[in-house]
């Protein structure tokens, strides 16, 4: 086993949400045939949001983040 390996699998998904999510990160929640289902962005969203938030928004089509304000999923 790779060093690689080893410190991946060391991290759990409990441990990455209490250490690795902030209030202010952005989620994006995709489902197994790759259709964005969710987002989670922060409370108050910047009027312009990082250039590779942009991005990502570009490539599912979504042009207003707004609507992802009360959690809404997509799918």
């Known amino acids: 086993m790779s060093k690689t390996t080893a410190a991946i699998e060391e991290v759990t998904v ?7 999510i902030s209030d202010d990160d952005y ?13 989670f962005m922060p409370e108050v969203v910047p009027f312009k949001q990082p250039k590779n938030i942009q991005k990502i ?10 609507r992802f304000n009360g959690g809404e ?3």
């Not at 989620?27 to 987002?39: A, Q, R, Y």
Request: aromatic content about 10%; hydrophobic content about 35%.
């Open 27 to 39: 989620g994006f929640i995709l489902g197994p045939d790759g259709e964005l289902k969710s987002v």
């Open 14 to 20: 409990d441990d990455m949400y209490e250490t690795e």
């Open 73 to 75: 999923t997509l799918h």
């Open 57 to 66: 928004l570009k490539i599912f089509g979504v042009h207003d983040i707004e």
